[in-house]
């Protein structure tokens, strides 16, 4: 691993596993807390469908975007997605349940723009031979971000409220996908 070091990319994959836990981890809380409601419909039920056929959609059609544009740039549009969708979750109250699919599509458009591309560009550098490991260190990085940033998150809820939730997870994106664009020219 070592000798095939990624790089910087192992950053995106923490900061991709800390915006698992906003979908992941902290929606359904804030659905309860926010008494998000619609009559006949589960609102959980109706982010996961709009995030999950996004993000599915996203990458059947966009498939050949890195091959064509670039796998970073396609990257950095995800993350930017990804802390949009973060950011809209403020947009979300009781009277304007429906935007929930605000944040659905945006995240879903952020997870099926990075989850792919970000595993290819830390594969790059690891001959077929050690793939595995390579592929085992990515999915290593993004658990840990999961498993260290709820907590962390979770205590920022507490405090602060979701929006701050939401927006720690936006700001900390933005932040890793400044560092990355840096860090990639």
């Known amino acids: 691993t070592r000798r095939h070091w990624p790089g910087m990319i192992l950053l995106v994959d923490l900061s991709f596993g800390v915006s698992m836990a906003g979908p992941f981890v902290f929606v359904a ?11 006949g419909v589960s609102v959980i039920g109706l982010f996961f ?22 796998a970073r740039k396609v990257l950095l549009a995800g993350m930017v997605f990804m802390a949009a969708g973060m950011f809209s979750f403020a947009l979300v109250t009781s009277e304007y349940t429906w935007l929930m699919i605000v944040p659905a599509i945006l995240t879903g458009t952020g997870h099926g723009l990075m989850f792919h591309t970000m595993t290819s560009l830390t594969l790059e550098k690891y001959p077929m031979a050690v793939r595995g490991s390579g592929s085992a260190l990515a999915l290593m990085m993004l658990d840990l971000g999961t498993i260290f940033g709820a907590p962390v998150l979770g205590l920022i809820g507490e405090r602060f409220g979701f929006a701050v939730l939401f927006g720690a997870i936006g700001v900390f994106g933005l932040a890793v996908a400044a560092t990355y664009a840096v860090s990639c020219t």
Request: charged residues 20%; positive net charge; hydrophobic residues 45%.
């Open 49 to 70: 469908l709009f995030y999950s056929s996004t993000g599915i959609t996203l990458r059947l059609v966009l498939r050949r975007l890195p091959e064509r544009i670039g």
């Open 29 to 39: 809380s804030f659905i309860d807390q926010a008494a998000l409601r619609i009559p």
